[in-house]
C-alpha cells in the first residue's frame, strides 16, 4: 500500500483507470460478478449479498427483522446517523445501550435492562474487542436476541483463521466506501446465517432503485481530487508553506493522536512558541488515553512516553494529570 499523508483512499491509478474503463465500455456487472466471488472467497462464506452502501445494507436488514410486535433496536450511541436512520425508515425504533469500555462491547447490565418483548434485535457496532469478549457475549446472548453486525469500519478483522467479524452473529452489514479499508468508492454488503432469509432479502433488493452513475461519477472524480490534494507535496506545500506563514499567534497546541516522531514533535512546539510580542506564555496540552487490556500497552500510551522522553531532554517543565474514566 501506498503511504500518504493524512486523508488516504485506499486505492491506485491502475483502479482509477480500470473503474473509468467500466463506465465507458458498461463493464459494471461483470466486475460486480467478481467481487462477489471474491468476497465471499476471502470471508469464507456463501451467505453474502452486495448492496450499493452500506447504509442500504443495513436498511434492508432491519426491513426484515423489525415487525409490527417487535420494533426496537438496541444500538450503541457510537454510530453513524445514517444507522439510525435506516432503522427508522425501517419502521423501527433506536433504543440506545452504554459501551463497556473495556471491552468495547454493549454493557451487559444494560442491555439486561433494555431488552424486552418489543426488542427485535441489537446492532453489534464493532469498535475495539477480542477474541475471548467476542465469544462470550455470543455466548450469552445469542438465544436471547437477533444480532446484527457492524462492521463498517472492521472489514478483514477475524477472531480465527475461519471467523471474521461479520459472519459471527446473526446478521452483519459491511460499508466499502471512500475511507473504508476495502474501497469501492461506494458499496456495501449483506451477511445473513440464515439462507431463507437472505433469499428474503434479495428479492428485496430487486425492487430498488439502482445507483445513479451520475452519482457514482461525481465520487470517483471526487476521489480523484483527494488523491492529489492529499498527495505528498501539495499536502505538505499547503500545510507547511500556506499556514505557517498565515497562522503566526498561536496560545495552545493539544496532542491528541499518537506519534512519537521528535521532528515533528518539535517542529509543532516551535510553532506555539512563535508568540506575539505581549503574549506571557504559550501552552502544549498532550493527551493519551491508557486502555491496556491485560499486560499489552496500547500505542496511543507508548507514544506518549516517547514523548515524555523528549520533554526531559529539552528540559520543558510540564505536570502530568491523570483522570480515571
Known sequence: MIKKTRININTSKKIYFKVLLSFIFNQGKDYKKIFIQKLKDFLLTDNLLVTSQGRVA????????????????LISPYTLPEV????LYARGKPIYVDINLKTGLPLEVDLDKKINEKTAGLVLTHLFSNKEDILEFNKRFQKKLCIIEDVAINFGAK?????????IFDY???????MKNLCTFHGGAIFSRDKDML???EENLKKNIDYPIILSLKL?????????????YIYNFFT??????SIKNLDNVIFAHPFKSKIKNLQSIGRVLRKASDEAKA???DIADDYRHGAKVNTTYKHFKDRLEIYEKENFKYNIKVLNL
Open 58 to 73: 443495513a436498511y434492508n436488514i432491519f426491513k426484515v427483522v423489525i415487525s409490527d410486535e417487535k420494533n426496537e433496536i
Open 84 to 87: 439510525v436512520s435506516a432503522i
Open 159 to 167: 477472531i480465527d483463521q475461519k471467523k471474521f467479524l461479520g459472519t
Open 172 to 178: 452483519g452489514f459491511y460499508s466499502f466506501g471512500v
Open 199 to 201: 433469499n428474503i432479502i
Open 220 to 232: 470517483f472524480f471526487f476521489c480523484i481530487l483527494i488523491d492529489v490534494m492529499y498527495s505528498k
Open 240 to 245: 507547511h508553506y500556506i499556514l505557517k506563514l
Open 283 to 285: 501552552t502544549l496540552f
